[in-house]
């Protein structure tokens, strides 16, 4: 695939520029590496081009989530409070535990989870903005926390306990393969369930998230 570019009223190109929201570099408190790593080559694979940001904050044991999050991003995250919706096309959430126990606590609460204030926030201004959003593997109950009451179709792969978790948030859960994503349209929020399949193999979870990233890209 080639780049993807939008073309302005005086004949250039301009670059769309997605947001990458990490927590940290480990899957048990943070990003889960595979799944950030694929997400930053798929879109850089469009021509796109990202910027990681990450909460400057203490996980639970004790390591500052943007520190090591910049291990990843090869020392370039920022700070989450600095990301502003408005200065890019697309967001996308790498999975990991660190979307449930960092960026909120639906790992302890499920349905009654809170969600960190700037998540929220930047959540809600791309949904406002009609501007794309991706979520991978548990980082799809941000989406049913933050937008649940929307109706919003996610996936995080099987139905189980998660997905019943979701439903009771009034989002629309749907079964999908690792390789493969759910896209709403209308909405504009695209998920790939990822390493919710604890047998998925590497090149499965980036196959997942590429075609994700792609589409994600196309929408911008």
């Excluded at 570019?5 to 570099?25: F, N």
């Excluded at 409070?81 to 960026?103: C, H, N, T």
């Excluded at 700037?118 to 799809?140: L, T, Y």
């Excluded at 590497?202 to 590429?210: E, K, N, Y």
Aim: some cysteine; overall charge negative; charged content about 20%.
């Amino acid at each position: 695939m080639g780049s993807i570019m939008l073309a302005s009223m005086s004949g250039q190109t301009l670059q769309r520029k997605i947001a990458v929201v990490l927590t940290g570099a480990g899957h048990l408190d943070g990003a889960e590496i595979t799944e950030a790593v694929s997400t930053l080559i798929a879109i850089s694979e469009t021509g796109a081009s990202y910027q990681c940001f990450a909460p400057d904050l203490a996980n639970e044991s004790g390591a500052n989530v943007l520190q090591m999050s910049q291990r990843i991003a090869r020392g370039k995250a920022r700070p989450l409070s600095e990301l502003r919706p408005a200065d890019f096309d697309g967001l996308v959430f790498p999975g990991g535990f660190g979307a449930a126990k960092v960026l909120s606590n639906f790992a302890m609460k499920g349905s009654q989870a809170t969600v960190l204030p700037d998540v929220v926030r930047v959540i809600q201004e791309f949904h406002k903005d009609s501007k794309p959003m991706g979520f991978i593997c548990i980082a799809p109950t941000l989406a049913g926390l933050v937008l649940g009451k929307t109706g919003v179709e996610l996936t995080i792969g099987e139905d189980g306990e998660a997905a019943g978790e979701l439903r009771k948030l009034g989002a629309l859960h749907t079964v999908c393969p690792v390789t493969d994503y759910i896209s709403d349209r209308d909405q504009k929020v695209l998920s790939t369930p990822a390493y919710m399949y604890d047998d998925a193999k590497p090149s499965d979870v980036f196959a997942g998230i590429r075609k994700m990233i792609r589409e994600l890209v196309e929408m911008a």
